[in-house]
Nanobody, 124 residues
Framework: QRHVVESGGGSVQAGGSLRLSCTLSGSTLLLYAMKWFRQASGKGREGVACISPSTGSTHYADSVQGRFTITRDNGQNTAYLQMNNLKPEDTAMYYC?????????????????WGHGTQVTVSS
């Protein structure tokens, strides 16, 4: 049974940084694209970043381009989301997911396995 678990959320002031981690158990990370989504209170789910299984090809939402970086360590079965220069509008529950890879925004279309989320709160 596959499980996705996120960690690393917390509260920071605007301009600060956080690093989220996402560990996949029950399977091999190399089989999946890894994806980060977020959902702010009262809003819909938004795709944030996506990374391909082996080539490291990435895609980012326009709202985080240049501030967030998605990486993966297949040997550790872990993906990461480095978030710099955080803004209050980045406040949301962040979810990690594993699924198929598609280039561009199509990578955010869906995922097969989801974590329960980690809260990120950015104060002004």
């Amino acid at each position: 049974q596959r499980h996705v678990v996120e960690s690393g959320g917390g509260s920071v002031q605007a301009g600060g940084s956080l690093r989220l981690s996402c560990t996949l158990s029950g399977s091999t990370l190399l089989l999946y694209a890894m994806k980060w989504f977020r959902q702010a209170s009262g809003k819909g789910r938004e795709g944030v970043a996506c990374i391909s299984p082996s080539t490291g090809s990435t895609h980012y939402a326009d709202s985080v381009q240049g501030r967030f970086t998605i990486t993966r360590d297949n040997g550790q079965n872990t993906a990461y989301l480095q978030m710099n220069n955080l803004k209050p509008e980045d406040t949301a529950m962040y979810y990690c997911a594993a699924g198929d890879f598609f280039k561009g925004p199509s990578c955010f279309a869906d995922a097969d396995y989801w974590g329960h989320g980690t809260q990120v709160t950015v104060s002004s």
